[in-house]
């Protein structure tokens, strides 16, 4: 099961950064939308894919996984207030991301007994 979550985690993640970081237009969107700078978006990328490398050398050094987990769930809960604060109601995405690290984030917590 923490394999699963975490890459499963890692996957959305990781794929969410990919799409930021090759300049993809649906996050320069999502920015104008959200009204957040779009030099903002590679640094939004960059966060992305620390955090999903995080979630794989979790693997290896536990803690790693733990802070990385902890650092994504910080990350979407942002997003889902970027959301509300412009009085966005699509909320799926956001939602799925965030409950898929949340997952990540507790069952990285429960491997580190």
Partial sequence: MYAAITIIAAVFTGS??????????YP??????????????????????????????????PLLGVLAAAGV???????LIAHLRV?????IGPVVFFATVVAALIVNVAHLD
């Fill in 87 to 91: 009085g966005s109601r699509n909320l």
């Fill in 73 to 79: 769930v910080l990350y979407f809960i942002g997003a």
């Fill in 16 to 25: 969410a950064a990919v799409t930021y970081l090759i300049g993809h237009e």
């Fill in 28 to 61: 320069k969107k999502q920015a104008d939308i959200k009204r957040i700078p779009r030099t903002w978006v590679p640094v939004l990328g960059l966060l992305l894919a620390a955090g999903t490398i995080g979630l794989l050398a979790g693997f290896a050094v």
